[in-house]
């Protein structure tokens, strides 16, 4: 099966995601991480997205698409796609990644969740620099402060865009050219909402019933 997540910054996309790859043997596609990966790594194309990246603003449809492009094939059980799609130009290209592959999206998710609690959520955020585990101040600390709970690395970070102006276009991004997706998978049929602002184990509950009705 192949599933969207589909939300604003901070809704739980990542969250959610890395608990299907354990539960469900799915591969996880954050178009996010790699483009991190990619900074990191120092390559030209990484060298060009990190100031976009870093305003808060979105990196072009051929470069996202062509890191999907990428990636797919190699699927196991399935991928879902977390912060992929963004914009329309983007879905229309899935869709047509999916149908040279004689696969298709079976569900979207769409994680609801308010303003006021993004800017809680993105502000209390951070992961591990080591596995990935994301972590909150308040709504999920680490066992021992300062270490990883999955791995024990001490390499905890905090990303260069969970900063208040970049929320904003962040936010003003995802008004802009991603919420419009919502009515594009509506229409196709697959939209499922999920309530974001409940907690972790709750959604995870709800995006489970929507994959068990996956014929
Ligand atoms: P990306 O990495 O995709 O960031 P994002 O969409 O802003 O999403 P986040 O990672 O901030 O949030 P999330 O929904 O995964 O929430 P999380 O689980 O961490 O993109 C970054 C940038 O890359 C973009 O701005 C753009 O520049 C570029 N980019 C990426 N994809 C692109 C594309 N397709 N096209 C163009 N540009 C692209 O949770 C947030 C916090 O809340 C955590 O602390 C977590 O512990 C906590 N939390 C999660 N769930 C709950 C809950 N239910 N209750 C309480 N706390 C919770
Ligand atoms: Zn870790």
Not at 12 to 24: D, S
Request: glycine residues 10%; hydrophobic residues 35%.
């Amino acid at each position: 099966i192949n599933i969207i997540l589909l939300g604003p910054p901070g809704a739980g996309k990542g969250t959610q995601a890395r608990r299907l790859i354990e539960e469900r043997g799915l591969v996880q596609l954050s178009t996010g991480d790699m483009l991190r990966e990619a900074r990191s790594s120092g390559t030209e194309m990484g060298k060009r997205v990190a100031e976009v990246m870093d305003r808060g603003e979105l990196v072009t449809d051929e470069i996202v698409i062509g890191l999907i492009r990428e990636k797919l094939g190699r699927g196991g059980k399935g991928f879902i796609f977390d912060g992929f799609p963004r914009t329309l130009a983007q879905a229309d290209a899935l869709q047509a990644l999916m149908a040279e592959m004689d696969q298709r999206i079976d569900a979207v998710i769409e994680m609801r969740v308010d303003d006021a609690a993004l800017v809680a959520r993105i502000s209390g955020r951070f992961t591990c620099g080591n596995c990935g585990e994301v972590y909150h101040d308040v709504t999920k600390p680490t066992k021992e402060p300062g270490k990883c709970d999955v791995c024990g690395s001490t390499d905890l970070r905090r990303r260069a865009d969970d900063n208040e102006e970049s929320l904003k276009t962040r936010l003003m991004e995802y008004y802009k050219k991603t919420s419009p997706l919502i009515g594009y998978y509506y229409v196709k049929g697959n939209l499922n909402p999920v309530d974001g602002l409940a907690e972790i184990d709750e959604v995870a509950a709800q995006v489970a019933k929507v994959l068990d009705r996956i014929p």
